[in-house]
């Protein structure tokens, strides 16, 4: 257990683990003494640690807790454990080490980024040039259009009006902008593109064919992208067997879009599930395992409850929603669901969706 949070054994460093990792060795009863000592490794050694010990202490652990104010007066990584406590912890926990590192900031070869906690400290921070640009949040959709199909409009405003757009209901209009919005080097979309594109659904469908033989490669690569998505009936068969293909080739990265696809068809993607129940287990990749069960609930909801009470325990908050939503309303599910309702170390958002699940009728879960 100590050794699973002294090495980083995540497969590419994306997966959650400090809060499961706290969580067990709260469970386990075990101490904190190797926890709390592995403060004194290197940098990334320390903030592992950290992050475990930030959560213990949040659950009510005193060592947890005194552990790392004691870091902050004497530790070679203070500053960051300092950074990361005040963005975990009440104000109250930690505004009286001010004095702390007001004596220590001198020792350091920079000064720190973060306004907090240093703005409270009274410890001047870098600086960058501040560029206001006017909000667009006031202007309605058909005003955020014409800024886009605007020529002269600075890509910085494009790009806000897009993030703007990106906040309501998808606009069809976009549809016949989308190749005009570009990086003014041409090479690239406005990095909010995708996503608003996306949004659009099967509606960017009929346009995406045009765009995937466009000669642009950006716009190629956005149109195929749309249309694999959102693939024909006669695309199935493929996706099969390219589901098929990555288990058998063990290809971790990439699956879980292939799941997402195979679960348009409903059903008719049975041939599918087999892989993905695997995928599902044996994935490297925690965070990818949401899709995966999405795609099975699409296609096939036979013996998911099983999966759907062991995601509750999941190190990934997508995966613990999940579980919220659709476990059976077994005394073992809703026993945990209101587990995870009450601690302190849980998210706001599973805490949020706990709470409503309980005080839903039965606590019955979707169907």
């Known amino acids: 257990m100590y050794d699973a949070i002294r090495r980083d054994w995540r497969w590419d460093g994306t997966d959650d683990r400090s809060l499961y990792l706290a969580r067990l060795v709260q469970d386990l009863g075990l101490p904190l003494t190797p926890v709390v000592d592995q403060l004194v490794g290197d940098e990334e050694s320390c903030l592992r640690a950290c992050d475990v010990l930030e959560l213990l202490a949040l659950a009510g652990s005193e060592e947890a807790r005194e552990g790392l104010r004691e870091y902050v007066r004497r530790g070679e990584y203070w500053v960051p454990v300092l950074e990361s406590v005040s963005a975990q912890w009440p104000a109250e926990w930690w505004e009286d080490l001010g004095e702390v590192a007001r004596a220590r900031i001198g020792g350091e070869a920079e000064l720190p980024w973060p306004f907090e906690p240093w703005t409270r400290f009274g410890i001047e921070v870098q600086s ?22 605007d020529a002269h409009t600075e890509d910085a405003t494009k790009f806000d009006a897009l993030r703007a757009l990106n906040s309501r209901e998808p606009a069809e209009e976009l549809i016949q902008l989308v190749p005009s919005l570009v990086t003014s080097d041409g090479r690239r979309p406005l990095p909010p593109l995708r996503r608003a594109v996306e949004r659009l659904g099967t509606t960017a469908v009929p346009a995406a064919h045009g765009w995937a033989q466009d000669e642009r490669p950006w716009l190629a690569q956005l149109g195929a992208d749309v249309l694999a998505d959102y693939p024909r009936y006669e695309a199935l068969p493929e996706l099969v067997e390219r589901l098929a293909a990555q288990w058998a080739e063990r290809t971790w990265c990439g699956p879980d879009r292939t799941a997402r696809r195979l679960a348009r068809f409903g059903s008719d993607a049975a041939g599918a599930v087999p892989y993905l129940r695997r995928f599902w287990l044996r994935t490297p990749h925690s965070y990818e395992r949401s899709a995966y069960l999405e795609a099975l609930a699409a296609i096939n909801r036979d013996g998911l409850d099983y999966v759907y009470t062991e995601s509750l325990w999941d190190c990934e908050e997508t995966a613990r929603l ?29 805490r949020a969706a706990a709470r409503a699940r309980l005080l839903a009728p039965s606590g019955l879960g979707q169907t």
């Open 128 to 149: 960058r040039p501040l560029i206001t640009r006017p909000s667009l949040t006031g202007l309605s959709t058909a005003e955020l259009l014409a800024v886009l199909a």
């Open 322 to 350: 999940q579980g919220i939503s659709s476990a059976p309303a077994t005394p073992e599910a809703l026993g945990r669901i209101a587990l995870l309702r009450d601690d302190p170390m849980e998210t706001p958002e599973v």
